[in-house]
């Protein structure tokens, strides 16, 4: 899996969530899949639960993942484009936080990522692949 070990660091959520779109882009997960445990990403991320659960959470909150209790967290199958609403408002009334804009291009690439892998045909991926 393409997931690297984040350091310390006061975006540590942040630095989880990009981590886990790039996983996304590199293909580790496709829509529909699930994530790996808890456990195998904290280790894989060397991060500690509680970063982990608030990325999850945001995630979640974002429509990228989906949690079923008792069987895990899944890659949404589809993006909806409600979840932009709230985070575009703020960003209308605070244009200064670089933090929302952050979040805001976090969101907008794993989207974009999800819909390419869902339209992408075989051929296009590989030539994606190879390209990169």
Do not use: Y
């Amino acid at each position: 899996m393409g997931l690297a070990k984040i350091g310390n660091s006061d975006t540590l959520v942040n630095e989880i969530i990009t981590q886990l779109s790039q996983a996304i882009i590199e293909g580790d997960f496709k829509p529909g899949d699930k994530l790996p445990s808890e456990a195998e990403l904290c280790e894989q991320l060397g991060v500690g639960r509680n970063s982990l659960r608030e990325a999850i959470r945001v995630l979640n909150a974002m429509g990228v993942v989906k949690t079923k209790r008792g069987q895990g967290t899944f890659l949404q199958d589809t993006i909806s484009h409600e979840v932009f609403n709230p985070l575009i408002f703020r960003l209308i009334l605070d244009p200064k936080n670089t933090t929302d804009v952050f979040e805001l291009r976090v969101m907008v690439e794993s989207i974009v990522v999800i819909m390419a892998i869902q339209k992408a045909s075989p051929e296009e991926i590989k030539t994606i692949r190879d390209l990169v």
